[in-house]
């Protein structure tokens, strides 16, 4: 919000004492307003994150990327299936799309996936169910989270998974995500469910507001590290 200042006008009143009887007594006058220009409060331009780190090098040990089965995913906001890609213009659902690395004016190559939770209030958040795989003890989830710029989301990233029984669980930690941070790098192990075939799900939280929360996920990716060894059975 800006602030005005309204201008303060100073009034100056000259008076002279007369010199005798005899002389007629001087007129008061008063100067002419000084004008006093009211200042202009511009507030600061909205923070726009940078990227403080440089994507890892590591495709070469990276087994699966989620950006290329970004529909292959389900999308919903707990209620209702979202079309993948997500129609233009149409996010009171919620809105799932991918990026390209010029969308995002990064410096270096990247898919993203955008996805809106639901704007309307019937439902919440966003969730994508993507198809299952096996868990290997060596294996961690890696993206960078961030904010579409000029946007001024204010999210919680969160992973969860549906088991081969179609149980869902969220037992991993949230990462809470506002539009003033810079980039965050998460680098989680998936080591507590080796061995298991599950469905990862990319989840995004509004935090009781979504409006402007145009959440990305930059990357997402499960890395297998080389220097982990599976144990034999």
């Known amino acids: 919000m800006r602030t005005r200042f309204a201008p303060l006008l100073a009034f100056i009143l000259l008076s002279a004492c007369a010199p005798s009887q005899s002389a007629p007594p001087p007129t008061a006058t008063q100067p002419a307003p000084v004008s006093t220009a009211t200042p202009t409060l511009t507030p600061p331009p909205t923070p726009t994150p940078t990227f403080a780190v440089a994507p890892l090098d590591d495709a070469a040990n990276t087994v699966y990327y989620f950006a290329p089965d970004v529909c292959t995913a389900k999308w919903t906001n707990s209620g209702e299936t979202l079309p993948c890609p997500g129609i233009s213009g149409q996010i009171d659902s919620g809105f799932i799309g991918l990026l390209t690395q010029t969308e995002l004016s990064l410096p270096y190559k990247a898919d993203a996936l955008l996805s809106i939770p639901s704007q309307d209030g019937n439902f919440l958040d966003i969730f994508g169910t993507f198809p299952a795989r096996e868990i290997n003890v060596a294996d961690f989830f ?22 081969s029984d179609g149980n869902f669980f969220e037992p991993f930690p949230a990462w809470p995500y506002k539009y003033t941070d810079i980039p965050q790098l998460i680098n989680f192990p998936l080591n507590a469910l080796a061995g298991q075939t599950v469905q990862l799900t990319l989840i995004v939280r509004d935090n009781g507001n979504p409006s402007d929360d145009y959440a990305i996920w930059v990357q997402p990716r499960i890395f297998r590290h080389p220097d982990i060894v599976t144990p034999t059975p």
């Open 142 to 163: 890696r993206a960078h989270l961030y904010c579409m710029a000029e946007s001024q989301c204010n999210v919680t990233f969160s992973l969860g998974y549906y088991d």
